[in-house]
């Protein structure tokens, strides 16, 4: 099956074609240039670059995987979560090609299409799985018993891993957005350097806190500040990511094992993270656990992930209606 996949939830336009499990061709418009000025994403700016960007790149798709549009056996798009008016550009580009091509037409979760990223170089899906999906708005722990069943497992209570990296490298001054400028810091530096708080590490569920982090990161440089200390950058950034990576790696491991589940999948933006990627990999091998995760850009987000998740529900025969909107709180629902 031959499937166009185009993702506009939130700054990257993505559009793709995968067909039987591969990429045939995967292109991506980013516009980190128009949100850096404002530290983040404006909604409305990145629609309105959606709105720009969509119909080159999906003729630049769709010509790199050296097809036409009428080859197209499936479309699939973002429906939720993400922001609203980003999503309805992407959908109503969706809906008007699958209009025209008579194309089969699909709306997919953006969590499942992080999960799904993985299924693009790992081979097809074989259940059961835990995920951690850590991109800029989530952080969760989900049990896949079987192939499109999702049992959330727990979740942040307050910020995304992503929104953390964003917000503390703002704080450093190192632009937006700021995850893997902050990876790229703390290369240089001293995980060990400050013990920061592992929130949660022992609460014995697997939810989340990061916004406490956060506050101690603020405390920690304000108070070397008045007492006349410097502060080594690349330390804070490996000491503040280590902090982040203790936590995922200690809950997602521990999950596995109650569960009795031998492969862990991670997807989303922050899975990009070489100390996340890393210390899963390690723990995974002491624990027995096959720990996998995408290539880097695949991670982030991208329309590939989008039209191979979406190429498992055509599969099963599942269309939406053309009636289907945005659904910015979208759940990963069973
Ligand atoms: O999945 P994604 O592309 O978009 C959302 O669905 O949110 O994730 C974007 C997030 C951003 O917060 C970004 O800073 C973070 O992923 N990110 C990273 C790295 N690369 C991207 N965080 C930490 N280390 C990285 N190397
Ligand atoms: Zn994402």
């Given at each position: ?229 410097d502060v080594n950058p690349a330390d804070l950034a490996a ?48 624990a027995g656990i096959d720990v996998r995760f995408p290539s ?39």
């Amino acid at each position: 099956m031959r499937v166009l996949g185009i993702e506009t939830s939130c700054d990257e336009t993505g559009v793709a074609v995968v067909e039987d499990g591969a990429v045939r061709s995967n292109v991506l418009g980013t516009q980190t240039d128009l949100h850096e000025r404002f530290g983040g994403v404006v909604p409305e700016v990145a629609a309105r670059a959606h709105v720009q960007a969509l119909n080159p790149l999906l003729d630049e798709a769709v010509a790199r995987a050296g097809v036409g549009f009428s080859d197209l056996d499936g479309v699939a798009v973002t429906v939720g979560p993400g922001l609203v008016g980003a999503l309805l550009v992407g959908i109503a580009g969706a809906k008007a090609v699958a209009l025209a091509t008579g194309a089969a037409f699909v709306g997919v979760n953006h969590l499942e299409g992080h999960i799904w990223a993985n299924f693009l170089e790992h081979g097809p899906p074989l259940p059961p799985y835990v995920c951690l999906v850590v991109s800029g708005g989530h952080t969760m722990l989900v049990h896949m018993p079987a192939e499109h069943r999702y049992e959330v497992l727990g979740q942040t209570v307050d910020d995304a891993a992503g929104e953390a990296f964003d917000k503390i490298a703002r704080f450093l001054g190192l632009g937006f957005p700021g995850g893997p400028a902050l990876d790229r810091l703390a290369r240089d530096g001293d995980p060990h350097a400050i013990e920061f708080p592992r929130a949660m590490l022992d609460s014995g569920d697997y939810d989340f806190s990061l916004s406490g982090l956060k506050t101690s990161v603020l405390r920690y440089v304000r108070r070397a500040r008045e007492a006349g200390r410097d502060v080594n950058p690349a330390d804070l950034a490996a000491s503040f990511q280590e902090a982040i990576v203790d936590v995922q790696v200690s809950k997602t491991i521990a999950a596995a094992r109650e569960l009795d589940v031998r492969t862990v999948l991670l997807g989303g933006g922050v899975v990009a993270n070489t100390r996340l990627r890393e210390r899963m990999q390690k723990a995974g091998a002491e624990a027995g656990i096959d720990v996998r995760f995408p290539s880097m850009a695949l991670c982030t987000d991208n329309g590939a992930m989008i039209a191979a998740a979406g190429e498992a529900r055509l599969a099963r025969g599942e269309r939406s209606s053309f009636d289907v909107a945005a659904d910015p709180g979208l759940e990963l629902a069973s």
